[in-house]
């Protein structure tokens, strides 16, 4: 597994036992939680938004470094 899985498996780990917490009594900690999903639906409601009216994804502008020649 990449490290990006890991790190992925992990934090959504951390994020269920957190809402698990917080259903168990820990009420302060609902909000806090709460933004991440508000956040995440809305990203995703605006994706799927500009794909129906066709809008293209913007490309990334990354420029490669030049070839440097080994000395």
């Not at 899985?5 to 994020?15: E, Q």
Request: charged share 15%; proline share 10%.
């Amino acid at each position: 597994m990449s490290v990006r899985r890991v790190t992925l498996v992990v934090g959504l780990a951390l994020y269920g036992l957190l809402w698990v917490l917080a259903a168990n009594g820990a009420s302060g900690l609902i909000e806090p939680l709460v933004v991440p999903l508000v956040l995440a639906v809305v990203v995703a409601l605006g994706v799927a938004l500009q794909r129906y009216m066709g809008i293209a994804p913007r490309s990334s502008h990354f420029r490669e470094p030049p070839d440097e020649p080994e000395p």
